[in-house]
């Protein structure tokens, strides 16, 4: 950790803290009231794949690939760091935690593909095509109309997805409308280009941002009821991918970079969970099921909130306990390569 940015880190540590609340927040929504309070509070917390994705791309390495070597061992490691985990943790959850597979092979390929195992695990098969198509990206970057070209494809996307919704009434559900790379791929490649040209905003800006981002809260917040209340697109009112949503998250990145540098002591325990950050990520919903059939036992789910609290921080502390426990058993370089942790 001592050769890492810490600043990243601890957004690291943000951005899973926030996973988890997202999920967490889904648990005993079913009341009206209930999914009211989770839908506005989602609109909060609906930076996590944004950040991780221009997270991913900032550490991304830029370099010539001249040769077919070039890609091979671009491609080794990064897609190493992600798929050996991804299929260790695949094969845990299907033994262990979800039973209805009965080894249907043909089911679990598929699951295994479009990430649907878990939940969450949409993820993987997004940042997979985005490696992908790094190379691509990387010669793009000297390039005004290419630059333009990739940062355009997520508003079209967005797009996309507004017509299908509101035009065609056809509500897209989870995880389809969030697979596609072109969906994404503008907070990559903003990554990208941030890291190159060590993007630097002044300090006159950050209140103009802090006040831009606090609108556009408020605007994710009306949008989501809007699409709820009268297209009655309760899927599409809950999601990150709405175009609010990623102008929220777009200027919380922002709002990062312009503080990143002046900060010089960030949180430890927010450092600590960022390091951990892919390993909560990989097992943290069956965790989560666990914390909530104790809060369920003690009535919780009367608490809408309280009970979101509970489960978030114990999930995030339950989390961090595991990966620490097995870093001391396995060693840490064991348990990254196969556990992600």
């Not at 991804?86 to 479009?114: E, G, P, R």
């Amino acid at each position: 950790m001592k050769n890492k940015d810490l600043s990243f880190q601890a957004f690291r540590g943000l951005a899973i803290i926030a996973v988890v609340a997202i999920h967490a927040s889904g648990i005993n929504d079913e009341t009206e009231w209930n999914y009211g309070f989770s839908m506005i509070f989602r609109q909060f917390v609906n930076f996590v794949v944004p950040v991780f994705i221009f997270i991913s791309g900032y550490f991304t390495p830029i370099y010539e690939f001249t040769k077919l070597s070039d890609y091979l061992d671009f491609y080794q490691k990064r897609l190493s760091r992600i798929l050996i985990p991804y299929v260790v943790w695949c094969a845990l959850i299907i033994l262990f935690y979800k039973h209805n597979y009965q080894w249907h092979w043909s089911k679990i390929v598929i699951d295994m593909i479009t990430g649907k195992i878990s939940g969450p695990y949409y993820f993987i098969i997004l940042l997979v095509q985005l490696i992908l198509l790094t190379p691509l990206m990387a010669a793009s970057t000297k390039s005004t109309v290419k630059n333009f070209l990739w940062l355009s494809l997520s508003p079209l996307s967005l797009l996309g997805l507004y017509f299908s919704s509101l035009h065609l009434n056809y509500d897209i559900h989870f995880p389809w409308y969030a697979l596609p790379f072109t969906v994404w791929v503008g907070f990559y490649y903003l990554g990208l280009l941030a890291n190159k040209s060590n993007l630097n905003i002044k300090n006159r800006n950050i209140r103009k941002i802090i006040l831009l981002y606090i609108g556009s809260i408020v605007l994710a917040i009306i949008e989501a009821l809007l699409l709820w209340k009268i297209f009655n697109l309760t899927s599409f009112a809950n999601s990150q991918v709405k175009a609010s949503s990623f102008l929220s998250s777009f200027l919380l990145i922002l709002l990062f970079l312009a503080v990143r540098e002046k900060i010089n002591n960030w949180p430890r325990v927010l450092i600590i969970i960022g390091e951990f950050s892919f390993g909560i990520y990989l097992f943290h919903m069956p965790v989560l099921d666990l914390m909530s059939r104790i809060t369920n036992k003690f009535g919780f789910q009367n608490f809408w909130i309280a009970q979101l609290l509970i489960n978030s921080c114990g999930v995030i502390a339950l989390c961090c306990f595991v990966i620490t426990i097995v870093r001391k058993v396995t060693g840490v370089n064991f348990s990254q390569k196969y556990l992600g942790m």
